[in-house]
């Protein structure tokens, strides 16, 4: 789960040569999946996306 | 975005610029905004301090109507550096050899905001700055203000206005102490 204050953040990462811009609220599963690579302290512990 | 009200602050207000930061743009591999403002940045501190002459940082925005159901905004970004010297000139030669994948910069204003430039959340990192110029001129003679000064010029066109950092990462810059900048020693 995303925390509540990281609702609405917009996330921008690169995947192979593009930069992504996301909304977390907005966000697909794969895209969370890499945003919680990058930032896990924008999801509650042992939460799934 | 629906149409929001404004409230006037009263407090001064200083015009100008006071520091200036960049980064090749890969090497800021993670950009968050939270409530419009940048609230994390992650990357190997992708920011170099560029130590300018002193009050010649000039930052423009320009946002600009494209017909009638459009906007573009402008970024113009320079800075003067001194004196020509070998460190001055690997400088410049990075710019050059950078501005193919572009810039983000950190432009601290008079007021003490600092500013995500090169970068906005409709482009997100694809339309950053690049360099447009780096002229130099040795002056006509000791009189010359302007000589023996080089001023990269960087610029950018897209679809987003700039975005300020928020309280903890502008303090965190303003007191250089942010992890996301190699300092000058």
């Known amino acids: 789960m995303i925390k509540k204050e990281h609702l609405d953040s917009v996330v921008t990462y690169t995947q192979g040569r593009r930069s992504i811009t996301v909304k977390l609220s907005e966000a697909t599963k794969e895209q969370l999946k890499k945003i919680r690579e990058i930032y896990p302290e924008y999801f509650d512990k042992g939460s799934k996306e | 975005m629906a149409l929001v009200k404004y409230a006037h602050t009263c407090a001064k207000n200083t015009s100008g610029a006071s520091a200036v930061f960049i980064a090749e743009i890969a090497n800021a591999t993670a950009i968050t905004v939270t ?75 008079g007021n003490g905001q600092n500013w995500l430039v090169g970068y906005n959340t409709v482009d997100g990192k694809n339309r950053p700055l690049r360099l447009t110029g780096a002229p130099r001129s040795t002056g006509t003679s000791p009189s010359d203000e302007a000589g023996q000064l080089i001023t990269p010029t960087f610029g950018s066109e897209g679809s987003g206005i700039s975005i300020p950092f928020d309280t903890t990462l502008n303090g965190a810059i303003n007191a250089g102490t942010s992890t996301i900048i190699d300092w000058n020693a």
């Open chain 2, 35 to 109: 409530s419009g403002e940048i609230s994390a940045i992650t990357g190997t501190t992708p920011f170099k301090e560029i130590d300018v002459e002193q009050d010649s940082i000039k930052w423009d925005e320009n946002v600009e109507a494209v017909g009638k159901s459009n906007v573009k905004v402008t970024q113009a970004l320079e800075f003067k550096i001194a004196k020509p010297t070998k460190t001055s000139a690997t400088l410049i030669q990075s710019l050059m050899d950078g501005s193919p994948c572009g810039f983000l910069a950190i432009v601290t204003d």
